[in-house]
Each structure stands twice: as structure tokens, then as C-alpha cells.
């Protein structure tokens, strides 16, 4: 499973987009980029996956670079609940083991 | 969607005793369910892998005969810690991945208290 490299710490004003870099230079082709996040004291919640393309659900949109050695996770209207841990993570859609970096913690300033 | 249900929430026990911890997946089956530890202000640590049926697959420096995992069928696993201590004091989570959908669901975590 690829290393995946992330900043410690980001702040972000409420109602703006916050951007969250990833990068992941050793992924292999068959891993996914997969964003998890964490409140305090709760388990990581699923946000968005992506292999090549660039993906977008309800939560956020997944930017992932042509070469895959990164990504970009964006929340487009932050909010005060969207403070917590985000973990970028590089895993195969076989379901092999799932090691977590040490995450940015996003904080969002009203 | 997916959802891993993991029980207790939270557990106090006392040193030498053995606590055990449920996680289900209620509407998929689990091939790979995955435990975690967590201690304050760190991330998640990989403990085992466990896959349906066999033995679960410990990593480096994990004790398993202190952390006795089973998944015995397609929906639950258990984490038994053994003779509890202090310091096996700890957030542990749990996630299970599944044959028809491509992410991992986690759990909402056990905080066990050894005292």
C-alpha cells in the first residue's frame, strides 16, 4: 500500500472552499484514492473515492492529478461541523490492508 | 448504505480480565473486516486483517494472543483483548469491506478503559 503524504494542519474561513493536497507519488495502478475523515472520538467516516477521474458526490469533489502522484480533496462551502481529521488514503478495491497517514486536521473558522 | 455496527461504545473493565468487541456488518457481507487502535491525537493504527473463515493476519509487534480476533462468519467479527492491562487502554475501531461495493465502512469505535 502507498505512503500518502499530507499537511498537518489547515484552516479554513465558514462558506469557503476548503482544498485539501494529498500526495501519493508511489501509488500503484491499482490503488484507489480513497478521503476519510474523522471527528474526535467517532470512527472514520467515508467521503469520496477515485481511481483516474475526477470524482464528485454530495459530500465533496475528489481532483486527482493525470500522473496519480496526487489529489485534491475539495469541500466546496465549508461549514463549522466540517472541522475534524482528513485522511487521505491509497488502497485496492480488492480489500487489502487500509494503513492510515497522520491526516490533516481541517479547522473551520466561523 | 454500508454500515458497520461495532458494540460496546465504551467498556470499563478491570486488569486481568478479557473484554470482547463486536462488529457487524448489517447490510453487506464482509470478506475483510480490519481492526484498529487509536491512542489521543494519533491516527489509526493497523492491527490485523481478518478474513472470513480464516485466521486473522496480525502486524509487526501486535500480540496475538493478547488481541484474539475471529470472523466467523460473512457479517460479524470479534476482538477479544486477553487479560486486560492499563495500558492496553485505547480507542479501538473496526472496518469491513465488501465483495460489492469498492470502500471501507468503519465503525463508530469501542473506548476501552483498563483500570
Known amino acids: 500500500d502507498a505512503k500518502t503524504t499530507q499537511p498537518t494542519s489547515m484552516d479554513c474561513a465558514e462558506g469557503r472552499a476548503a482544498n485539501l493536497p494529498c500526495n501519493h507519488s508511489?501509488?500503484?495502478?491499482?490503488?484507489?484514492v480513497y478521503w476519510y475523515r474523522q471527528i474526535h472520538s467517532q470512527g472514520p467516516q467515508y467521503i469520496i473515492h477515485g481511481l483516474k477521474n475526477n470524482e464528485t458526490n454530495e459530500m465533496a469533489s475528489l481532483i486527482i492529478t493525470e500522473d496519480r502522484k496526487s489529489s485534491t480533496l475539495i469541500l466546496p462551502h465549508a461549514t463549522l461541523r466540517d472541522t475534524a481529521v482528513y485522511y487521505c488514503?491509497?488502497?485496492?478495491?480488492?480489500?487489502?490492508?487500509?494503513?492510515f497517514g497522520e491526516g490533516t486536521q481541517l479547522t473551520v473558522n466561523p | 448504505g454500508a454500515v458497520v455496527s461495532q458494540h460496546p461504545s465504551r467498556v470499563i473493565c478491570k486488569s486481568g480480565t478479557s473484554v470482547k468487541i463486536e462488529c457487524r456488518s448489517l447490510d453487506f457481507q464482509a470478506t475483510t473486516m480490519f481492526w484498529y487502535r487509536q491512542f489521543p491525537k494519533k491516527s489509526l493504527m493497523l492491527m490485523a486483517t481478518s478474513n472470513e473463515g480464516s485466521k486473522a493476519t496480525y502486524e509487526q509487534g501486535v500480540e496475538k494472543d493478547k488481541f484474539l480476533i475471529n470472523h466467523a462468519s460473512l457479517t460479524l467479527s470479534t476482538l477479544t483483548v486477553t487479560s486486560a492491562h492499563p495500558e492496553d487502554s485505547s480507542f479501538y475501531i473496526c472496518?469491513?469491506?465488501?465483495?460489492?461495493?469498492?470502500?471501507?465502512?468503519f465503525g463508530s469505535g469501542t473506548r476501552l478503559t483498563v483500570v
Open positions: 508511489t501509488i500503484s495502478g491499482n490503488e484507489y
Open positions: 472496518s469491513a469491506h465488501g465483495t460489492l461495493h469498492y470502500g471501507y465502512t
Open positions: 488514503i491509497a488502497g485496492d478495491v480488492g480489500g487489502s490492508r487500509l494503513t
